[in-house]
């Protein structure tokens, strides 16, 4: 079993709808969670961060944490034909040593049609 | 200023070429990553320098050699490759602790 686990899609939309991406995790070490948006040909951008349970917006973007399920989620709201990219979760754990490895899920391609 | 630069964008080298790939922040970071990227699959880690020191190297191929000649700047120093070495080279940054890391654009490396 992955230690994360994401639906790679790919997952189409229409402009304009709610957007749900999710990834569950098997490790309860895992203490920070990261939503990154990646366009085709390009490096990963950093969307999200969080390290405790709940929501946490920006714009039109919020990030779901539910350590109790070992589930995150990341929904877009108002969704745009430029949203459309690959989203990767990813997550590390909490140590006194720093330089945390991530650890990525596969990522989901999402297109929003116009 | 959350920029990570990578240079060249693009590279194509043969398997007896040598060839450096560069990467640079301005953040004030002091750990920095080289990560390889294949098509529709995640990053995977190569190499964590800690303080300009190599703290972490995932059995990556004497083929790849990494340096960090300053807190700004990680080299990635190529030699010999195979053509499955083909891939997105992703360099990041992040303070010490590490869970925040901050990623350049990457350069596309093509082995014939």
């Known amino acids: 079993q992955k230690e994360v686990e994401q639906d790679p899609g790919p997952l189409s939309v229409p402009e304009g709808a709610i957007v749900s991406l999710n990834c569950t995790y098997s490790?309860?070490?895992?203490?920070?969670f990261m939503w990154y948006r990646q366009y085709s040909r390009k490096g990963p951008e950093l969307l999200m961060y969080t390290y405790s349970s709940g929501n946490k917006e920006d714009g039109r973007f919020t990030a779901q944490v539910d350590k109790s399920s070992k589930y995150i989620s990341l929904f877009i709201r108002d969704s745009q034909p430029s949203d459309s990219a690959t989203y990767l979760c990813?997550?590390?754990?909490?140590?006194?040593?720093?330089?945390?490895?991530?650890?990525f899920g596969t990522g989901t391609r999402l297109t929003i049609i116009p | 200023d959350t920029e990570v630069t990578q240079t060249p964008k693009h590279l194509v080298m043969g398997m007896t070429n040598k060839k450096s790939l560069k990467c640079e922040q301005h953040m004030g970071h002091r750990a920095m990553y080289w990560y390889k990227q294949k098509a529709k699959k995640p990053p995977e880690l190569m190499f964590v320098y800690s303080y300009e020191k190599l703290s972490i190297n995932e059995s990556v191929p004497s083929r790849f050699s990494p340096e960090c000649p300053n807190s700004s700047l990680l080299n990635l120093h190529l030699h010999a490759l195979q053509p499955e070495d083909s891939a997105l080279y992703l360099c990041?940054?992040?303070?010490?602790?590490?869970?925040?890391?901050?990623f350049g654009p990457g350069t596309r490396l093509l082995v014939l």
């Open positions: 990813a997550m590390a754990k909490l140590s006194n040593f720093g330089n945390e490895k991530l650890t």
């Open positions: 490790n309860s070490a895992f203490q920070y």
């Open positions: 990041a940054s992040s303070q010490i602790s590490g869970e925040t890391q901050y």
